[in-house]
């Protein structure tokens, strides 16, 4: 195999959870550079050290947004990690998130498997390295490149370009799902999808996790205040945008809220690129973590919103 792999981690992999997009069966190895699968005969590349596992006739709902995504990603570069953390900064609070997905990996051990859906540049899960296993997904190529360049070699750690309307992943093989401002993206057939999707590979005791843009109306209200426009729902550019609220999201996920503890939670309380606000220093953490003790008030202002429905 090239470099990029974990090679117990991989053959784990294919044994425990990886599987074709198309018909769910087992893939097999053919050769350094490639997948086979053992039922319809379809092929997979492994792309120097991301396996590409997108289906062959997948969903055209959003080619749009993958060629944006690709375009945006090899602009900020792939292999220059500076340039790569420069790009992040201007859009996420990067010790507050990577505080967040160390403790979300945390929740599992080593024997479970755990997806980033829309992983990006995958910064978050750099201090990561116990817990569960560790799978990023995306549907841009430019992106896993980046996320592999950031988490070099890591153990436990595969890279996997996938669709998130198609899963390559086997029936309940799959104990925790989380993903950072992507579903907010996704149109209603691939949203309904996936949804689906999880419900045949998530095991009956799972957490999600799952972070968009919070589109409170005290948003609106500052927007417009100082004469910018917040959008909430729709096309938005080259790309689709829908930013729930708690209710909404209760709703949306409500066939894996119903006998689980679910929890509405806001963040980024004072990260606001359009209003060059970019707090990156790690106090940021701890305060969030008190002002997050009054909902009512930290949810006018707060950047994201989360919902976490966990069946433990």
Same mark, same amino acid.
């Given at each position: 195999?090239?470099?990029?792999?974990? %090679?117990?981690?991989?053959?784990?992999?294919?044994?425990?959870?990886?599987?074709?997009?198309?018909?769910?069966?087992?893939?097999?190895?053919?050769?350094?550079?490639?997948?086979?699968?053992?039922?319809?005969?379809?092929?997979?590349?492994?792309?120097?050290?991301?396996?590409?596992?997108?289906?062959?006739?997948?969903?055209?709902?959003?080619?749009?947004?993958?060629?944006?995504?690709?375009?945006?990603?090899?602009?900020?570069?792939?292999?220059?990690?500076?340039?790569?953390?420069?790009?992040?900064?201007?859009?996420?609070?990067?010790?507050?998130?990577?505080?967040?997905?160390?403790?979300?990996?945390?929740?599992?051990?080593?024997?479970?498997?755990?997806?980033?859906? $829309?992983?990006?540049?995958?910064?978050?899960?750099?201090?990561?390295?116990?817990?569960?296993?560790?799978?990023?997904?995306?549907?841009?190529?430019?992106?896993?490149?980046?996320?592999?360049?950031?988490?070099?070699?890591?153990?436990?750690?595969?890279?996997?370009?996938?669709?998130?309307?198609?899963?390559?992943?086997?029936?309940?093989?799959?104990?925790?799902?989380?993903?950072?401002?992507?579903?907010?993206?996704?149109?209603?057939?691939?949203?309904?999808?996936?949804?689906?999707?999880?419900?045949?590979? %998530?095991?009956?005791?799972?957490?999600?996790?799952?972070?968009?843009?919070?589109?409170?109306?005290?948003?609106?209200?500052?927007?417009?205040?100082?004469?910018?426009?917040?959008?909430?729902?729709?096309?938005? $550019?080259?790309?689709?945008?829908?930013?729930?609220?708690?209710?909404?999201?209760?709703?949306?996920?409500?066939?894996?809220?119903?006998?689980?503890?679910?929890?509405?939670?806001?963040?980024?309380?004072?990260?606001?690129?359009?209003?060059?606000?970019?707090?990156?220093?790690?106090?940021?953490?701890?305060?969030?973590?008190? %002002?997050?003790?009054?909902?009512?008030?930290?949810?006018?202002?707060?950047?994201?919103?989360?919902?976490?429905?966990?069946?433990?």
């Amino acid at each position: 195999m090239k470099r990029g792999f974990d %090679l117990k981690c991989f053959e784990n992999s294919l044994k425990e959870i990886l599987c074709c997009p198309d018909c769910k069966s087992d893939l097999q190895i053919e050769d350094d550079n490639k997948l086979l699968c053992c039922k319809c005969g379809n092929g997979f590349d492994i792309n120097d050290g991301i396996i590409v596992l997108m289906p062959q006739n997948g969903n055209q709902a959003q080619n749009e947004e993958r060629e944006l995504r690709e375009k945006v990603a090899e602009e900020h570069g792939s292999q220059d990690i500076e340039k790569i953390y420069k790009a992040i900064e201007k859009h996420h609070c990067m010790p507050l998130m990577s505080s967040k997905a160390e403790a979300f990996r945390n929740q599992f051990n080593n024997n479970q498997w755990i997806v980033d859906v $829309g992983c990006g540049s995958g910064y978050y899960w750099q201090k990561s390295d116990s817990g569960a296993k560790l799978i990023l997904m995306d549907f841009a190529m430019s992106n896993l490149k980046a996320a592999r360049n950031i988490l070099k070699d890591s153990n436990n750690v595969l890279f996997v370009q996938a669709d998130a309307s198609c899963l390559p992943f086997k029936n309940n093989a799959v104990s925790g799902i989380w993903s950072v401002q992507v579903t907010q993206h996704f149109p209603e057939t691939v949203m309904t999808n996936f949804l689906n999707e999880l419900q045949r590979v %998530l095991q009956i005791k799972h957490v999600i996790e799952i972070y968009n843009l919070n589109p409170d109306f005290m948003h609106k209200v500052i927007y417009r205040l100082f004469g910018k426009y917040f959008h909430i729902k729709g096309q938005y $550019g080259e790309m689709l945008q829908n930013k729930l609220h708690g209710k909404e999201l209760l709703f949306l996920w409500e066939m894996f809220t119903r006998d689980g503890k679910t929890k509405i939670e806001y963040s980024e309380l004072f990260f606001h690129p359009n209003f060059k606000l970019f707090p990156q220093f790690n106090a940021i953490v701890y305060i969030e973590k008190i %002002l997050n003790l009054m909902p009512f008030f930290t949810k006018l202002f707060a950047r994201q919103i989360s919902i976490n429905i966990s069946k433990m």
